[in-house]
């Protein structure tokens, strides 16, 4: 019964659909790859956006509080006005200060593995986790000396590396589905 009800869901799937999402997909990684600068600072930019309305939301219940915790709403308010608007009047000089926080997290990171592969004896293949450390020191050093290439390189060339990867993943299983269709459903 069980079988036939999974048949069912397949049946109703349309496997063009997954690879016309894969196509845009693909394209969409593509022109960003192409154009990564722009991406990094639209992506910032929008983010700044966000924060704006978030603050905007939080000045409005801060109006309506009453004691400690409108005065804390109002605060919060007030941050997110000054980096919302930081992160769009200056999107590389908020991108590339985002991407100096991110490179001191991978060194941080970086550190403990390494000092985690040196101390633990016993840790199996600690060598790929010694490569991992230094890998990591390794792109947080190369951020914090190039912030704003940094800010573009996670921001721009990673989305649309992910983009790219989703959409040939998306195509293929579109295709995969279709595959499965003509074996199970009669159409």
Not at 7 to 22: A, H, N, P
Not at 109 to 114: E, S
């Amino acid at each position: 019964m069980a079988d036939v009800m999974q048949e069912e869901r397949i049946c109703d799937v349309k496997w063009g659909t997954m690879v016309f999402l894969g196509l845009l997909s693909l394209i969409f990684g593509i022109i960003i790859l192409f154009y990564p600068g722009v991406t990094a600072a639209v992506i910032v930019m929008l983010f700044g956006v966000l924060i704006l309305i978030l603050a905007f939301l939080a000045l409005i219940i801060a109006l309506m509080s009453t004691g400690g915790k409108a005065t804390m709403l109002l605060l919060a308010a007030i941050l997110g006005f000054l980096v919302g608007a930081g992160a769009i009047i200056s999107p590389i000089a908020f991108g590339a200060f985002v991407a100096i926080m991110i490179a001191v997290v991978l060194f941080v990171i970086g550190i403990v593995d390494i000092v985690i592969a040196l101390g633990e004896k016993t840790y199996p293949h600690r060598w790929l986790l010694f490569i991992l450390g230094i890998l990591s020191i390794i792109v947080a050093l190369l951020i914090m000396f190039y912030p704003a290439a940094g800010a573009v390189a996670l921001f721009g060339v990673i989305v649309g590396l992910y983009f790219a990867i989703y959409g040939i993943l998306a195509i293929i299983a579109g295709f995969a589905l279709r595959s499965v269709k003509k074996q199970y459903c009669m159409s």
